[in-house]
């Protein structure tokens, strides 16, 4: 029998002289084991729970839910800092309660603030900062006053002006959520329920965010900003769709799309025109987008798909598209960078939630989009989110991956093994060869 190339190799260099894979571009890593310090890693993180809109109580009287408070961030914020180091994770979504922080239009309350940046800083922890969270300071009033995107360009410089550590900003939170929920649905803030009222707010939101974006990158060019924004869909189950529901999922959209200079379709643009927003101003929207790296982000949740009944009644349909599907629509459109801000379910049903989540991620990347980062949010459980924060309830919302108590429930061991088995992936493959940069970020151009 004649000589095999393979006998050569072993007898010349030993069964075990060969490594495979080391000379092919990694020495045989498979990207597992828990994140490390290295920034090009895949971004796992979680969040704190920071909503703060105001609302009617029952009394008559307006409130401000304060989500910090009543899930007892206040009372146990160093160990739930303490819990995201043990959990493995170095990447924390967290908003400053930005309504008692900004007092005036330079007036600032920093205490709590420095305690918690302190220490999130000494942990290394990785902060990605939310600095509008749903609700605006008293003195501002609501997201119908104009002269909210100076007041908060005020705000964004004087946190990067005092943190000038940190990179990652997101600087107003869902705006489509916080418009809709503040001025068409009536629930928070201004509690509107009116097209003119969601377009100005909207627009008020979005130029808040170009300002801060702006104020920010002044300070920190390297900025990192992830816009978290709701990826949702209407599916209509009608033989002749509706022009009610067609407008809807397009203005799903007019939030990046006034955010990254995309041009609304027409009817989306008369929409506009017919309440409130002028020429100019849609002018000053579509000039280009902000400065700095822009993420997408894109928060899921199974109630961000609906089917709409042949009787008008509206149904939550999880997981129809999925995260993956609605995503890709949104990458298609913006061709940003994603990442997956937001996510959770029940505690009976989190753990499987998470592991379908991570898939549809990963067959993302698989598919050639850059996905950057995932997220389960929150860290503990909520309260009264299965009203949309519409009441005062005190309903526990076993969401997080620890109880009020901080005791862990079934989806942090998952999200614990999941970060075992993927924590040290880059955020592309083979991103070794690139630099890792803090040069200020350049004009875009497409190709």
Not at 35 to 44: A, E, I, K, R, T
Not at 277 to 293: I, Q
Request: net charge negative; glycine share 8%.
């Amino acid at each position: 029998m004649a000589k095999q190339f393979l006998d050569i190799v072993k007898k010349k260099l030993g069964e075990s002289d060969y490594s495979g894979d080391e000379h092919g571009g990694a020495s045989g890593t498979d990207g597992s084991g828990l994140p490390d310090s290295y920034p090009g890693n895949f971004l796992f993180a979680t969040g704190i729970e920071c909503s703060y809109p105001t609302i009617v109580a029952a009394n008559g009287r307006r409130i401000r839910r304060d989500e910090l408070e009543e899930c007892g961030h206040y009372k146990h914020w160093k160990r739930d800092l303490e819990l995201v180091r043990e959990l493995g994770l170095r990447v924390l979504r967290y908003g400053l309660p930005y309504f008692s922080v900004q007092q005036g239009a330079d007036k600032y309350d920093w205490e709590f603030a420095d305690e918690v940046m302190n220490e999130m800083k000494r942990l290394d922890i990785t902060p990605i900062l939310d600095l509008c969270h749903f609700g605006v300071p008293d003195f501002i009033g609501d997201f119908q006053n104009p002269e909210f995107p100076v007041l908060f360009a005020r705000y964004a410089e004087a946190v990067v002006r005092r943190y000038p550590w940190v990179r990652y900003y997101t600087p107003v939170n869902e705006i489509f959520v916080t418009a809709r929920f503040s001025a068409k649905d009536g629930v928070w803030n201004e509690r509107l329920k009116t097209d003119k009222g969601f377009v100005t707010a909207i627009k008020h939101c979005v130029a808040a965010s170009i300002l801060g974006n702006h104020a920010i990158a002044r300070h920190r060019p390297d900025c990192v900003i992830v816009q978290s924004e709701s990826a949702e869909y209407i599916h209509e189950a009608k033989a002749s769709p509706s022009d009610e529901i067609k407008l809807q999922n397009k203005l799903r959209f007019l939030s990046l799309d006034l955010l990254y200079a995309h041009p609304p379709d027409a009817d989306v643009y008369i929409y506009m025109m017919d309440n409130g927003l002028t020429r100019e101003e849609y002018n000053w929207f579509m000039k280009g987008e902000p400065p700095g790296y822009q993420i997408m982000g894109n928060d899921y949740y199974g109630r961000n798909e609906h089917i709409v009944l042949p009787d008008g009644t509206r149904i939550e349909a999880q997981d129809v598209f999925g995260w993956y599907q609605i995503t890709r629509e949104y990458y298609e459109r913006y061709k940003k960078p994603v990442m997956h801000t937001e996510t959770n379910v029940l505690a009976e049903d989190a753990p499987t939630w998470l592991w379908k989540q991570w898939v549809n991620v990963l067959r993302m990347r698989r598919d050639g989009v850059p996905v950057l980062g995932f997220t389960w949010y929150s860290l503990t459980d909520q309260i009264d989110w299965n009203i949309g924060l519409a009441r005062k309830e005190g309903s526990v919302n076993p969401c997080g991956l620890y109880d009020l108590n901080r005791q862990p429930r079934p989806v942090a061991t998952a999200y614990r093994q999941l970060i075992e088995e993927f924590g040290q992936i880059t955020i592309v493959p083979h991103g070794e060869i690139f630099e890792v940069t803090t040069r200020p970020a350049r004009l875009k151009v497409e190709v």
